[in-house]
T-cell receptor, first 115, second 114 residues
Framework: DTAVSQTPKYLVTQMGNDKSIKCEQN?????MYWYKQDSKKFLKIMFS???????INETVPNRFSPKSPDKAHLNLHINSLELGDSAVYFC??????????????FGPGTRLLVL | AQSVSQHNHHVILSEAASLELGCNYS??????LFWYVQYPGQHLQLLLK??????LVKGIKGFEAEFIKSKFSFNLRKPSVQWSDTAEYFC????????????FGQGTTLQVKP
C-alpha cells in the first residue's frame, strides 16, 4: 500500500487554466505538506497543515490554495496557471511529536507542465 | 535565516569508489538533520536522520553520515558505491524551534559508472 499518494502523476495544461492536485496519506499522520521542486531540482516548502489547520504558509502566490478536508488529505488548487508554475509538486506527511522532530514521508510527486 | 549548502552539485564515480557528499547548514540553535535520496523518476526517500545522540548515524543501503557540530556539517558517506546509487541526494535541516519546515540543500547529482 502506498503511504503517501498523489493524483495525478502527470498534468499537462494550458496557461490560464485552473487545476487541482490531490494528496492522501494512510500513515495516520496529523501533519501534511506541499513542496515545489523546480527545474533545477531545488525543493522548497509551500504549505503545511496540522489537523486541518494551516501552520506554514510560505511566500506563495494567492493563486495557490491548499485545502485539507481531513487529516488524511491535503489538496492543492492552482488558479490561472502560469508557465512558471511548471514543476514537480511533492506532498509529504508526518506525525507531530511533543518535544521532538518528526520525519516527513514524501509522495511520488505530480509533474505539472504548463504550456 | 536557516540555509543548507551542498557543495558538490554533480559527482561522477566508478563503481566501488568511496563517496562523500558535503552538507553544511546555517542555524543558530539545535538542529535535526536528514539526507533524502531521489532515484530517477521517483519520490524522495529517507536515507538517514540525526536527532540527537551518537553523531555518526547509519542509514539504509550502507550509507552513513557524521554530524560535526563545530563545523555545522552533516556529510554523507558510503565506502563503496554501486551503479544503483545513481540518484539525486538532498541534505535537509529542521530547527528544533520550527514547525516542521524542512529546509533543503540544492541537491547533489550522483552518477555511478558501471
Amino acid at each position: 500500500d502506498t503511504a503517501v499518494s498523489q493524483t495525478p502523476k502527470y498534468l499537462v495544461t494550458q496557461m490560464g487554466n485552473d487545476k487541482s492536485i490531490k494528496c492522501e496519506q494512510n500513515l495516520g499522520h496529523d501533519t501534511m505538506y506541499w513542496y515545489k521542486q523546480d527545474s533545477k531540482k531545488f525543493l522548497k516548502i509551500m504549505f503545511s497543515y496540522n489537523n486541518k489547520e494551516l501552520i506554514i504558509n510560505e511566500t506563495v502566490p494567492n493563486r495557490f490554495s491548499p485545502k485539507s478536508p481531513d487529516k488524511a488529505h491535503l489538496n492543492l488548487h492552482i488558479n490561472s496557471l502560469e508557465l512558471g508554475d511548471s514543476a514537480v509538486y511533492f506532498c509529504a506527511s508526518s506525525q507531530r511529536l511533543a518535544g521532538a522532530v518528526e520525519t516527513q514521508y514524501f509522495g511520488p510527486g505530480t509533474r505539472l507542465l504548463v504550456l | 535565516a536557516q540555509s543548507v549548502s551542498q557543495h558538490n552539485h554533480h559527482v561522477i564515480l566508478s563503481e566501488a569508489a568511496s563517496l562523500e557528499l558535503g552538507c553544511n547548514y546555517s542555524y543558530g540553535g539545535t538542529v535535526n538533520l536528514f539526507w533524502y535520496v531521489q532515484y530517477p523518476g521517483q519520490h524522495l526517500q529517507l536515507l538517514l536522520k540525526y536527532f540527537s545522540g551518537d553523531p555518526l548515524v547509519k542509514g539504509i543501503k550502507g550509507f552513513e553520515a557524521e554530524f560535526i557540530k563545530s563545523k555545522f556539517s552533516f556529510n554523507l558517506r558510503k565506502p563503496s558505491v554501486q551503479w544503483s546509487d545513481t540518484a539525486e541526494y538532498f541534505c535537509a535541516v529542521i530547527g528544533s524551534s520550527n514547525t516542521g519546515k524542512l529546509i533543503f540543500g540544492q541537491g547533489t547529482t550522483l552518477q555511478v559508472k558501471p
